[in-house]
T-cell receptor
Framework: AQSVTQLGSHVSVSEGALVLLRCNYS??????LFWYVQYPNQGLQLLLK??????LVKGINGFEAEFKKSETSFHLTKPSAHMSDAAEYFC????????????FGTGTLLAVQP | DAGVIQSPRHEVTEMGQEVTLRCKPI?????LFWYRQTMMRGLELLIY????????DSGMPEDRFSAKMPNASFSTLKIQPSEPRDSAVYFC??????????????FGDGTRLSIL
């Protein structure tokens, strides 16, 4: 069965520092992977998705993620954090088959310190 | 383009009352998902529909919860009778079918439900 694990429920960085949010997946088939962001009092918004094309995926707001099959990872990075990046981030993997059901991780709350 | 529209945005009611949450998916999307989000349990999938047909309702907590999708542009999630432990943010999401799972879900802004 498909699953994702997000390491670190809380991550704190300084403004301008590198952001690294970790996600490892388990999938019995080639996975489709997604990162979502949730700002306070809002729904989840798609940041980027991996669908087996390029392994380095660029998303919105300067975020990118690299698919590494050998490490079963799909970590999210941003070179320089901005105060507006403070939010909760969710990694998800497609459940597979004909459905578009997603299996979500438990989320990582990113704090950005001035 | 209009996104997923949920109503109401906030609902406060007393325990024992019936609660109905509404969702309008993005036009042309054939899959619809209902989630519940709490601090304790995180994001939980309650039920999802493909082409208006419920496919998996294994996440529905108990018989007090029911969901319907009478047509492609409308779905409801009903709680009857409501209990304080049902307090949460409920999200609706939609996606196109097909692609073997490579289609992202698009979320509404949620309904914040408080049961007193």
């Amino acid at each position: 069965a498909q699953s994702v694990t997000q390491l670190g429920s809380h991550v704190s960085v300084s403004e301008g520092a590198l952001v690294l949010l970790r996600c490892n997946y388990s999938s019995s088939v080639p996975p489709y992977l997604f990162w979502y962001v949730q700002y306070p009092n809002q729904g989840l918004q798609l940041l980027l998705k991996y669908t087996s094309a390029a392994t380095l995926v660029k998303g919105i707001n300067g975020f990118e993620a690299e698919f590494k099959k050998s490490e079963t990872s799909f970590h999210l990075t941003k070179p320089s954090a901005h105060m507006s990046d403070a939010a909760e981030y969710f990694c998800a993997v497609s459940a597979g088959g004909a459905t578009n059901k997603l299996i979500f991780g438990t989320g990582t709350l990113l704090a950005v310190q001035p | 383009d209009a996104g997923v529209i949920q109503s109401p945005r906030h609902e406060v009611t007393e325990m024992g009352q019936e609660v109905t949450l509404r969702c309008k998916p993005i036009s042309g999307h054939n899959s619809l998902f209902w989630y519940r989000q709490t601090m304790m349990r995180g994001l939980e999938l309650l039920i999802y529909f493909n082409n208006n047909v419920p496919i998996d309702d294994s996440g529905m907590p108990e018989d007090r919860f029911s969901a319907k999708m009478p047509n492609a542009s409308f779905s409801t999630l009903k709680i009857q009778p409501s209990e304080p432990r049902d307090s949460a943010v409920y999200f609706c999401a939609s996606s196109p079918l097909g692609g073997g799972g490579n289609q992202p879900q698009h979320f509404g802004d949620g309904t914040r439900l408080s049961i007193l």
